[in-house]
């Protein structure tokens, strides 16, 4: 049984889940490292079966349009849900098309 199928149901359903981070199938039973750069929508997919509001991502230095594109896309479901999301990053560059507030830390 995968993490997402063992996971308390929240508003969405897992076949919902696996529909909008459109997560492929045959990679659900994979350690969490070996799914590429899918890990960010399995993460959210997971937090979100549980329950999760607050979503940390990792540094980001040097960003690629995919994985700008992919940390947009979870953040709008994440937003969807009422969560937040924090993404550390070396420039607002890289989240200024979907972030709705950026802080600045010294």
């Given amino acids: 049984m995968t993490k997402l199928q063992s996971a308390p149901l929240n508003q969405l359903s897992l076949e919902e889940l696996i529909n909008r981070f459109e997560l492929s199938p045959t990679r659900l039973d994979r350690i969490f490292q070996h799914v590429g750069n899918e890990r960010f929508n399995a993460s959210t997919a997971v937090g979100l079966l549980h329950g999760r509001q607050i ?3 990792p540094w980001i230095g040097e960003a690629k349009n995919i994985l ?3 940390l947009g896309f979870n953040s709008a479901l ?3 849900q009422n969560g937040i999301t924090i993404i ?3 420039s ?3 989240v200024e098309e979907f972030a709705d507030e950026v802080i600045y830390l010294n």
């Fill in 68 to 70: 700008s594109y992919r």
């Fill in 88 to 90: 550390p990053v070396q």
């Fill in 55 to 57: 979503f940390c991502f």
């Fill in 92 to 94: 607002a560059s890289v």
């Fill in 78 to 80: 994440i937003k969807q």
